[in-house]
């Protein structure tokens, strides 16, 4: 949301928050740009932080001055970014589903109102405990009364819960206040503020602090990377494919859904036992899959593309929603999963949801609709020039995509077996390779180590 927000508060971070941050971004290796889409003053807190968030980051600012603009906004700067930070929910549910990349943003949370909770206790005439708060969950609210140990029973929470809902905070707010049940009036969305003021109802607008706008660069930065999931980290997919139209009701005596199913079941099966992950069927046209984060990099193209929608489309004209979660213990991953397939199937533009075990949200687009771009750039001549010696040097029969081992770039380039390692882990750095769950050697032993060699990013611009 955070629709022209005020001014966010600039809280000094524990030594041990910017080390972990120092750490993540560590792990962009690969140079990334991240488009950020907002409100002009919100968009330039975020442009601040440039300096600090390395040299492989680069922020791209796309501020719309109206909400009329934010699509032809967010659609102009797609064309030269990796990944789509927007501002707020908001912003991200109007214009996320038209977007040929990846799309994440900036959540809401119970920091903003922290915030704003001391800017306002500054006015006597405001009683914290009888406000009304719009866009942050009732939980959340209650969860950061209990911190401060004050009472939440008086207090009134209008969640976001779509656009639409941001239509009725104005009037929610105002009936509260004017029937006396409330002081004020804390929002996220700045019209809604101008509104209230201008009707004489005290108004405070939370903002996420800079500590949250740092943390959704970072977060940004390694999905546009694909590095945001830790290699062995477990995964969880939910697929839900529409069935056809006029096949009827599910049941097993439907044959002819039965049929599609199985092929179904087929088709993603052959996908996921090439990525090492495990497809179990459940019930009607729902699946479920189970993988290492490698593995969904690859079924994603590094979490740029939505996994086997453009397959089922092609094969079978049939529309498929993914539901990926990630978390702590499976049960966590597997309600993240369910989370994300309810969003996915809201946003039909983005048809994979990520949800991560932090709560952040991206969007996936289907690869059809996917722009190559170039990612290395002039710092990585001689990667560029190397890879390119590797594709010259494997057969033209090999397979699309070309997926490869130290052994096989041994072979090919008649070096050692450490000069190739050294060679892909060099191209892994560059933006022009990607890590992949290991394979089971042949004759047994260690597994290999294997490497998908992005050459559509050889191409000129």
Request: hydrophobic share 45%.
């Amino acid at each position: 949301m955070n629709d022209d927000l005020s001014q966010p508060a600039t809280p000094s971070a524990p030594s041990s928050r910017v080390a972990s941050r120092r750490e993540h971004l560590a792990q962009v290796r690969a140079p990334v740009k991240v488009g950020v889409v907002g409100p002009p003053d919100v968009v330039q807190n975020i442009l601040s932080l440039d300096a600090a968030v390395g040299d492989n980051v680069q922020l791209i600012g796309a501020a719309h001055q109206v909400d009329a603009d934010l699509l032809t906004r967010a659609q102009a700067v797609s064309g030269e970014a990796d990944i789509i930070l927007f501002t707020g929910p908001l912003q991200y549910d109007l214009a996320a589903d038209t977007l040929p990349i990846p799309s994440t943003f900036v959540p809401i949370s119970g920091t903003s109102l922290f915030s704003a909770l001391i800017r306002a206790s500054a006015n006597p005439a405001i009683e914290m405990e009888r406000i009304s708060i719009d866009s942050i969950s009732e939980t959340e609210v209650e969860e950061a009364f209990a911190d401060i140990g004050r009472d939440a029973s008086r207090l009134h929470v209008a969640p976001y819960e779509g656009p639409e809902s941001v239509d009725g905070f104005s009037r929610f707010h105002a009936d509260l206040y004017r029937s006396g049940a409330t002081t004020a009036a804390f929002t996220t969305v700045k019209a809604v503020a101008n509104r209230l003021e201008a009707e004489s109802i005290p108004a405070v607008r939370m903002a996420p602090t800079m500590a949250n706008l740092r943390n959704a660069v970072v977060t940004s930065a390694l999905l546009g990377t694909g590095s945001l999931l830790e290699e062995a980290q477990l995964v969880l997919m939910t697929v839900h494919v529409t069935s056809p139209e006029g096949s009827g009701h599910w049941g097993w005596s439907n044959y002819r859904l039965q049929g599609t199913r199985l092929t179904v079941h087929q088709v993603l099966l052959e996908e996921v036992e090439a990525a090492g992950a495990a497809l179990l069927a459940y019930e009607g046209m729902t699946f479920g899959i189970t993988a290492t984060a490698g593995a969904l990099r690859q079924l994603t193209d590094n979490l740029h593309t939505a996994p086997f929608v453009d397959r089922l489309q092609a094969a079978l004209g049939l529309q498929a929603f993914v539901g990926i979660g990630s978390g702590r213990t499976v049960q966590e991953a597997d309600a993240n999963a369910q989370q994300a397939l309810g969003l996915a199937q809201s946003h039909a533009g983005h048809p994979a949801q990520v949800v991560g075990a932090d709560g952040t949200v991206v969007g996936l687009p289907p690869r059809s609709r996917r722009q190559e771009r170039v990612v290395a750039d002039d710092k990585y001549p001689h990667e560029r020039d190397m890879l390119r010696r590797i594709i010259m040097a494997l057969p033209d029969t090999e397979p699309e995509p070309l997926i490869v081992d130290a052994a096989r770039v041994a072979e090919a380039l008649s070096v050692t077996l450490r000069s190739a390692r050294r060679i892909l882990n060099s191209l892994v750095a560059a933006g022009l390779a990607w890590t992949m769950p290991p394979a089971p050697s042949p004759g047994g032993g260690r597994p290999r180590q294997r490497f998908r060699l992005l050459v559509q990013r050889l191409e000129p611009r």
